[in-house]
């Protein structure tokens, strides 16, 4: 079975810009979350859905918004990008809200 | 606030010599306490999930337990693989995992 997947890679974007990060969680799997890790940091929860609706939010700003579509995939957008947006963005899947979550390899996000 | 605090930040190990990683935490209402190791830029990989105080799990040299306050994850005649970042998180009454910063443990040949 595959595992999560995340798209792209590697992404390189400039300030004051915007970007969207792709996820398709395993198959079968109704729960997406997102999470922010920065170097030497554990990763910090951003979003958490579960069947299409907001189960929870992190302590990020309105410049991060997220959504699940009916396949339980699920992107997330960040507007006008700040030097301190760089980070691996990891997203991760569970049966439900509460299961345990299983990470993808994450997006390497670069803001210049 | 949910809090996860891991020590030591940093363990260098000699192959064959067995340790412990510490997890402490505080949490309203646990619902489960994690283990997922990490690779340099990779993402976590699921280890283990204790739910309740006096439980343990093993997968081949690792070992988790669970007190109300701590986890430890026993590693028993680590091999330079085992090498990696080890995360400790919990999971309340909310749904996010709150992690802690992690144990960098390097396992020299």
């Known amino acids: 079975d595959a595992g999560v997947t995340q798209s792209p890679t590697h992404l390189i974007k400039t300030r004051g810009q915007q970007v969207t990060l792709r996820c398709s969680p395993i198959?079968?799997?109704?729960?997406v979350s997102w999470y922010q890790q920065v170097l030497g940091q554990g990763p910090q929860f951003i979003f958490q859905y579960y069947e299409k609706e907001e189960r929870g939010r992190g302590n990020f700003p309105d410049r991060f918004s997220a959504r699940q579509f009916p396949n339980y995939s699920s992107e997330l957008n960040v507007n006008a990008l700040l030097l301190g947006d760089s980070a691996l963005y990891l997203c991760?899947?569970?049966?439900?809200?509460?299961?345990?979550?299983?990470f993808g390899p994450g997006t390497r996000l670069t803001v210049l | 606030e949910d809090q996860v605090t891991q020590s030591p930040e940093a363990l260098r190990l000699q192959e064959g010599e067995s340790s412990s990683l510490n997890c402490s935490y505080t949490v309203s209402g646990l619902r489960g306490l994690f283990w997922y190791r990490q690779d340099p830029g990779k993402g976590p990989e699921f280890l283990f999930t204790l739910y309740s105080a006096g439980e343990e799990k093993e997968k081949e040299r690792l070992k988790a337990t669970l007190t109300k306050k701590e986890s430890f994850l026993h590693i028993t005649a680590p091999k330079p693989e085992d090498s990696a970042t080890y995360l400790c998180?919990?999971?309340?009454?909310?749904?996010?995992?709150?992690f802690g910063k992690g144990t960098s443990l390097l396992v020299t040949p």
């Open positions: 998180a919990v999971q309340g009454t909310g749904y996010a995992l709150n």
């Open positions: 198959s079968g799997h109704k729960s």
């Open positions: 991760a899947s569970s049966l439900a809200d509460t299961d345990t979550q299983y």
